[in-house]
């Protein structure tokens, strides 16, 4: 029998060993840098619809004042709608305005 089998047995063991706790720490890593990132994304998301939501109300109110007359005292309505809810950022969005007496009319026709 081989003397050194018992000895290349042991060494294969401990690096089997060494490499089974790096492959545990970098997935430890990854799932921390996941998490990171989803806590990003998020952020981003809420910040967007925060800005979006600001800039959605001050185009109605501005529209409403542009079409305000003796007649029509509250003037039309303006909206704002995204494209993709999911991640905003993505997509387009979509100005439709209404003004005073009319019906509601998409842009795109």
Do not use: C
């Not at 994304?41 to 979006?52: A, G, P, S, T």
């Amino acid at each position: 029998p081989n003397m050194r089998a018992r000895e290349r047995y042991d060494e294969v063991n401990k690096r089997l060993k060494t490499t089974e706790d790096k492959l545990h720490q970098a997935r430890n890593q990854s799932r921390a840098v996941e998490q990171g990132f989803e806590q990003i994304k998020q952020q981003r998301l809420e910040r967007f619809m925060k800005m979006f939501e600001h800039v959605e109300m001050t185009i109605d109110r501005i529209y409403k004042d542009l079409t305000k007359s003796q007649k029509h005292a509250l003037g039309g309505n303006a909206y704002l709608t995204l494209s993709n809810t999911e991640e905003p950022w993505l997509g387009g969005i979509k100005f439709n305005a209404m003004p005073p007496t009319k019906r509601f009319r998409d842009m795109d026709q």
